[in-house]
């Protein structure tokens, strides 16, 4: 199986600031990755496929980046609606596997 | 807009059975590849299973195989997963999504139910 490895799994940040979420796979992926967004008690939600294409959607301030074992998800301009999990989530092959999730709090 | 509505969760004692089932509606269902993820209490996301669009095919998670089966309807609009010899471990909020765009059945997943909860205790 492919194990997906976030990093840092949680990070605090300020309103305004520019954020970088890291996701490495244990093999090569190509491009087969996706970025979720979760909110408390809500599903989630997908920001990003194909590593670097955005949901229709999703605002453009949401980007990511990479290909074979790392990626990244950058938020541009962090604003209080985007306090929340993201998640990661390899589909090169089965089983489909996700990152741990990296938590998004207010400095 | 995509709808989906899981229901069928509930409380069930270990080595129990549960069929949960999702309604899709706003598209065309049976065009689509669909999943099932869960989520433990306060834990990250676990895919369980995906099935195609006219169930010939189906994939699962090594920890339910054998013990779970996705299935679906496409005459109800329907996506449903049974799971028998319940665990401790298999509690968790159940979702169903679909999968990827249409032409594009690539197993990101585009579409969330909100979920319904299997909690497996004596």
């Known amino acids: 199986d492919i194990q997906m490895t976030q990093s840092p799994s949680t990070l605090s940040a300020s309103v305004g600031d520019r954020v970088t979420i890291t996701c490495r796979a244990s093999q090569s992926i190509s491009n087969w990755l996706a970025w979720y967004q979760q909110k408390p008690g809500k599903a989630p939600n997908l920001l990003i496929y194909k590593a670097s294409s955005l949901e229709s959607g999703v605002p453009s301030k949401f980007s990511g980046s990479g290909s074979g074992t790392e990626f990244t998800l950058t938020i541009s301009s962090l604003q209080p609606d985007d306090f929340a999990t993201y998640y990661c989530q390899q589909y090169n092959s089965y089983p489909v596997t996700f990152g741990g999730g990296t938590k998004v709090e207010i400095k | 807009e995509v709808q989906l509505v899981e229901s069928g969760g509930g409380l069930v004692q270990p080595g129990g059975s549960l069929r949960l089932s999702c309604a899709a509606s706003r598209f065309t269902f049976s065009s689509y590849w669909m999943t099932w993820v869960r989520q433990a209490p306060g834990k990250g996301l676990e895919w369980v299973a995906n099935i195609k669009q006219d169930g010939s095919e189906e994939y699962y998670v090594d920890s339910v195989k054998g013990r779970f089966t996705i299935s679906r309807d496409n005459a109800k609009n329907s996506l449903y997963l049974q799971m028998n010899s319940l665990r401790a471990e298999d509690t968790a909020l159940y979702y169903c999504?679909?999968?990827?765009?249409?032409?594009?059945?690539?197993?990101?997943?585009?579409?969330w139910g909100q979920g319904t909860l299997v909690t497996v205790s004596s």
């Open positions: 999504a679909r999968v990827g765009h249409l032409y594009d059945v690539s197993s990101y997943f585009t579409n």
